[in-house]
């Protein structure tokens, strides 16, 4: 994991652990703890805004994804 002021980059684990465990933090999202040590080590701080993640799609093809935390949007980036 790299982390600047801004931007944090993460595994292609990251966003599996999301992945698995969405529909209990749906549920639950005030008191839920992501059990993932992927997740529980991310350290974001005020200043960070993004998080990069690798997503394989389809296993064939990767792709980088990126989180804006201040827009609460996700964007694939796609070189195609």
Known sequence: ???NKTVVFVGSSFLNAIDDE???FVVA???FQ???EEISKLEIGSQTNYI???MCLKGKCWVPVVINI???SLIIL???
């Open 70 to 72: 201040e827009k609460r």
């Open 78 to 80: 796609d070189y195609a």
């Open 52 to 54: 990069y993640a690798p």
């Open 22 to 24: 969405y529909a209990e």
């Open 29 to 31: 999202k005030d008191d």
């Open 34 to 36: 992501f059990s993932s």
């Open 1 to 3: 994991m790299y982390l």
